[in-house]
């Protein structure tokens, strides 16, 4: 009996590994069955779209097809039975309101879910289109899916480097495409404020721009070497509509995120009276927040002008009145661009310094009866909620807010690890898992740097970011509901251009889209990256779209004939070539191209290991890096 029950479920491992290897689909769905044959899509294919929300789902498919295909659909708002048609049901369902089914046979293909939940099984049909002879066909299967997590997002830093509109609609596709349902958008930090709030002009004629930029790592130059080109840029209130529209048509959520109290030295340079100095004389000497967090002053005169030096800012809001009043006028202007459940407030990196030396802050610490600095970061973050739980919103902060005592309502995002996320939910408060281990898109892709472009630092692969799992195992069952889902993060210090934002976002968002939307249990790298991953990542090409070429798989094993290494190369995107070397000497174009598994050269007795050198180059011709592998 035990014989067969382990003989079953090698064969329902293999039947579940044939299911994804057939269904090129990322995230891959929760249940798939596959029929037998195809469904053609013609230029007569119907959409029926019964809803407003449908429909425009329905004509965002259309576009995306458009691209693919060179034809669209008619959309209608109903079909008749003989028609092939695209059937969009809106039906509430009970357990998800983002799941859906997707059924597809010889004559039509139906999709119900509610509004999300038709948006979602769209994309599962659209990545299911396969172009063979000039028509468009899909596999006959049933899909049945729902996410794991609700919460499934990607944070996006403008204030370091700013990008327009277009290439942030640009990553609203691509989310929309992922499933992906939350653009947590950083619009403001040291470096610079990136959206007009009409009661503070300065805001944009001043916070939004910085003179220049260090160049390098932090630590490459000692002082830093600037570029000398002025940088900067703001959203207008109606192109930050614009964009919360956007974002809403393809299922996502826009959280601004308005940092405070630190992380202030673009807002204090326009306005320094909310700084936290007791007395304002001599401003414009370059005394205030000259000192980086390494201790090293440089000639930084911020009180005058927004850094252009990356690292955590000494110069923080005062915990006066005018300093909650200009916030209070800022997120009253917020909320009115953003209709989000939440409002990110930062929270993090403040450091205390000023506050120290500070008798206004001394005085609130006194009168409050506050135990300390810390306490007080508390309580200006507790005056900050209460603002927005009055206006209906709720407060997001990055884990620091948990210093002091965690505002009472607010919902933390765990970035250093997970120790805060683990806290918060024992505490009841809700936790978004963002951790720097697992989740930090600045980091390197390659832990040789010398092959990557210049990142912040750290090595986080794609395999890395796929392992995670937002749920630690230390919480309890009713501890882990309070779990909303994951975030990835991407910094932007050292990412000035659109290329450079794509080539760090992709392919780890593919894998982010898997760890938000399956369970644990039901995640297999090898089928992601083998089976799935490739057809995405030509996607991607054709597309348009900047991606980091990722390392092929290598197999290596023993010739049983010949004792030598045999060498199988898998490249991650679909329809790639190999090219690759043993002799030490560079891989590149001319060096030898991979058609079937090689026998390594014969390697005498005493004499060092070979190494294979290879370069991947894609259908479009883009060249990966070299990679190599030892063969032991």
């Known amino acids: 009996m035990n014989r067969f029950f382990f003989l079953a479920s090698i064969l329902i491992a293999l039947l579940a590994s044939n299911l994804q290897a057939q269904t090129p689909i990322i995230p891959l769905p929760e249940s ?5 044959g195809d469904l053609i899509l013609k230029h007569g294919t119907i959409i029926a779209a019964l809803s407003d929300e449908s429909r425009k789902s329905a004509s965002i498919f259309n576009e995306m097809l458009a691209a693919k295909v060179g034809f669209q659909l008619p959309i209608q708002i109903a079909t008749s039975r003989n028609e092939v048609s695209i059937i969009l049901e809106e039906v509430e369902l009970a357990d998800n309101d983002e799941g859906y089914s997707l059924d597809i046979d010889s004559t039509k293909v139906i999709i119900k879910g509610s509004s999300k939940g038709i948006f979602y099984g769209l994309q599962s049909l659209f990545q299911l289109i396969e172009i063979n002879g000039g028509q468009a066909s899909v596999p006959q299967l049933r899909i049945t899916d729902k996410p794991a997590f609700g919460y499934r997002g990607i944070m996006l830093d403008v204030s370091r480097h700013f990008f327009s509109t277009d290439q942030i609609k640009k990553i609203l596709d691509l989310m929309g495409q992922l499933k992906l349902n939350t653009l947590h958008w950083h619009l403001t930090d040291d470096q610079g404020w990136r959206l007009e709030i009409k009661k503070y002009p300065k805001l944009t004629q001043v916070s939004a721009w910085r003179d220049s930029t260090i160049i390098g790592q932090y630590y490459d130059f000692k002082p830093f070497i600037y570029d000398g080109e002025p940088h900067g840029g703001f959203y207008t209130q109606q192109e930050a509509k614009e964009i919360v529209k956007y974002a809403a048509e393809r299922k996502i959520t826009v959280i601004p995120e308005i940092e405070l109290p630190g992380h202030s030295s673009a807002i204090l340079a326009a306005y320094p009276e909310l700084g936290s100095f007791d007395t304002f004389e001599g401003i414009g000497t370059g005394s205030i927040a000259a000192v980086n967090e390494d201790g090293n002053a440089y000639d930084n005169d911020i009180s005058q002008n927004v850094p252009g030096y990356w690292g955590v800012q000494y110069n923080i809001f005062g915990p006066t009145p005018e300093a909650f009043t200009f916030l209070k006028d800022v997120l009253t202007e ?4 953003f209709p989000s459940e939440y409002i990110h407030i930062g929270g993090d990196e ?31 973050i507790q005056q900050i909620e209460s603002f927005l739980n009055k206006n209906g919103r709720k407060l997001i902060g990055w884990d620091e807010i948990l210093e002091g005592g965690l505002a009472p309502n607010a919902t933390v995002m765990s ?7 683990i806290q918060a939910a024992k505490m009841g408060h809700d936790v978004i898992m963002t951790p720097n281990s697992h989740m930090y898109f600045d980091h390197s892709q390659s832990d040789d740097k010398s092959t990557e472009p210049l990142a912040i630092g750290g090595f986080l692969p794609l395999e890395k970011v796929y392992s995670y799992h937002p749920i630690p195992d230390v919480l309890t069952e009713e501890e882990s509901k309070h779990v909303l889902g994951v975030q990835a993060n991407l910094w932007t210090e050292y990412i000035p251009s659109n290329k450079k934002l794509e080539y760090f976002l992709f392919p780890r968002a593919f894998a982010l889209a898997e760890v938000a939307w399956k369970k644990k249990e039901n995640k297999d790298f090898n089928s992601f990256s083998l089976d799935r991953l490739p057809e995405r990542l030509l996607a991607l090409e054709q597309n348009n779209v900047f991606f980091r070429i990722p390392e092929a798989t290598v197999e290596i094993s023993k010739d049983a004939k010949s004792g030598r290494h045999l060498v199988k190369i898998h490249p991650k995107v679909a329809n790639a070539s190999i090219y690759y070397t043993f002799d030490g000497h560079k891989a590149d174009q001319t060096a030898m191209f991979y058609t079937n598994p090689v026998l390594a050269p014969i390697v005498g007795k005493g004499q060092e290991p070979l190494t294979l050198r290879y370069v991947t180059i894609t259908p479009g011709g883009r060249s990966s890096n070299e990679f190599s592998v030892i063969l032991e």
């Not at 917020?334 to 661009?337: A, L, P, R, Y």
């Not at 310094?353 to 200006?380: C, G, M, R």
């Not at 970035?415 to 996320?421: A, H, L, Q, S, V």
């Open 334 to 337: 917020v909320m009115e661009i």
């Open 32 to 36: 798939i069955e596959m029929g037998k």
């Open 350 to 380: 403040v450091p205390k310094d000023h506050w120290i030396t500070s008798a206004i802050a001394q005085n609130v610490i006194k009168k409050e009866n506050l135990a300390d600095e810390h306490e007080l970061q508390s309580h200006f």
């Open 415 to 421: 970035w250093r690890g997970e120790k805060g996320g």
